[in-house]
């Protein structure tokens, strides 16, 4: 595509993970694996909550937000990660890029709203237990759910609407598994500083602001436990230890976050595309262990539906 005495890159060229034969058929069996296993799991929780109306609570309805985003988010990236790992050459046409830009932007800042209020939960459940099921009624959580969803959307409009006004005259070898703004500004022959901007802008409301949150949440639950009397304090410090699982993922998910948005993209490097699999691959894949192996609820209820098949197999009944 030309444009004047310019001509326009019309697809990227993806660096990938790795140029060894031997190593990209491994690495497509690991994603693989890794890929399958988050989808069933991350569906298994949501269709286990929706299943079991015991789980019908404030905490399992983030939780299964939580699992729908998981799935999606990988979705967004690792299907095209599997064909470049065995194709010849790792092309993606320019609105493909874009595309994918949206939705990494989109679902990525969900997540980070959505670990906030599960923080959130957490505290009304501990510090304030008895306003608890006003704090987070119905009408509350959906509220939750659907501002971070707005916000959310608000983010990846805008980075979209900016990278789609960048010129791409040169080369065209993204240094990256997918297609991320960090790498795809250097390849930019037009300014990038309002990209950079609002790349640093959104950075904060979406990572540092909700991180803060989540900070400043477990503050006051450690604060509470801390000033009540040691008889309660046993019981707390049992609640406190089912918020091991949320700070095991918030870790996760921002320490990444940070290390990779909140840079110039000018510094931006192969080794930084590595440490991107940590939050787009790897959290995804480990959120349903981490959230419901520990979970005595989710695991009775998985327990529950076992035997129901069990019994229905046995007794040559049709329950599926």
């Known amino acids: 595509?030309?444009?004047?005495?310019?001509?326009?890159?019309?697809?990227?060229?993806?660096?990938?993970?790795?140029?060894?034969?031997?190593?990209?058929?491994?690495?497509?069996?690991?994603?693989?694996?890794?890929?399958?296993?988050?989808?069933?799991?991350?569906?298994?929780?949501?269709?286990?909550?929706?299943?079991?109306?015991?789980?019908?609570?404030?905490?399992?309805?983030?939780?299964?937000?939580?699992?729908?985003?998981?799935?999606?988010?990988?979705?967004?990236?690792?299907?095209?990660?599997?064909?470049?790992?065995?194709?010849?050459?790792?092309?993606?046409?320019?609105?493909?890029?874009?595309?994918?830009?949206?939705?990494?932007?989109?679902?990525?800042?969900?997540?980070?709203?959505?670990?906030?209020?599960?923080?959130?939960?957490?505290?009304a459940?501990?510090?304030?237990?008895?306003?608890?099921?006003?704090?987070?009624?119905?009408?509350?959580?959906?509220?939750?759910?659907?501002?971070?969803?707005?916000?959310?959307?608000?983010?990846?409009?805008?980075?979209?609407?900016l990278a789609a006004l960048l010129k791409f005259c040169g080369p065209r070898l993204v240094t990256h598994f997918f297609c991320d703004l960090p790498p795809l500004m250097k390849?930019?022959?037009?300014?990038?500083?309002?990209?950079?901007?609002?790349?640093?802008f959104f950075s904060f409301l979406v990572a540092l602001a909700p991180c803060a949150l989540v900070v400043i949440s477990y503050i006051h639950v450690v604060a509470a436990i801390l000033g009540i009397r040691s008889a309660e304090r046993r019981r707390k410090l049992k609640a406190f230890s089912t918020c091991s699982p949320h700070l095991a993922v918030v870790s996760l998910f921002y320490g990444t976050l940070f290390g990779v948005y909140l840079r110039p993209s000018s510094s931006y490097t192969t080794e930084d595309s590595v440490a991107t699999v940590l939050y787009a691959v790897v959290a995804p894949m480990l959120n349903p262990f981490i959230y419901s192996l520990r979970n005595k609820d989710m695991k009775g209820a998985l327990r529950s539906l076992l035997s129901w098949r069990k019994v229905c197999l046995g007794d040559n009944m049709s329950c599926f």
């Open 1 to 123: 595509m030309k444009l004047g005495n310019e001509t326009l890159v019309s697809q990227f060229l993806l660096e990938g993970l790795t140029d060894t034969e031997e190593l990209r058929h491994l690495l497509f069996a690991i994603f693989l694996l890794v890929y399958i296993v988050a989808v069933v799991g991350n569906l298994g929780i949501v269709s286990h909550i929706v299943m079991d109306s015991r789980l019908h609570t404030p905490m399992y309805f983030f939780l299964a937000n939580l699992s729908l985003l998981d799935t999606t988010y990988m979705s967004n990236t690792v299907p095209q990660v599997l064909v470049h790992l065995l194709a010849p050459v790792r092309t993606m046409p320019y609105h493909a890029c874009l595309t994918q830009i949206f939705f990494l932007h989109f679902l990525a800042p969900w997540e980070c709203f959505l670990l906030t209020a599960m923080a959130y939960h957490r505290y």
């Open 125 to 161: 459940a501990i510090c304030q237990p008895l306003h608890y099921l006003v704090l987070m009624g119905p009408r509350t959580r959906t509220g939750l759910a659907s501002i971070s969803g707005l916000l959310a959307l608000a983010n990846a409009l805008t980075h979209t609407i």
């Open 187 to 200: 390849l930019s022959c037009s300014s990038t500083q309002a990209n950079e901007l609002a790349l640093f």
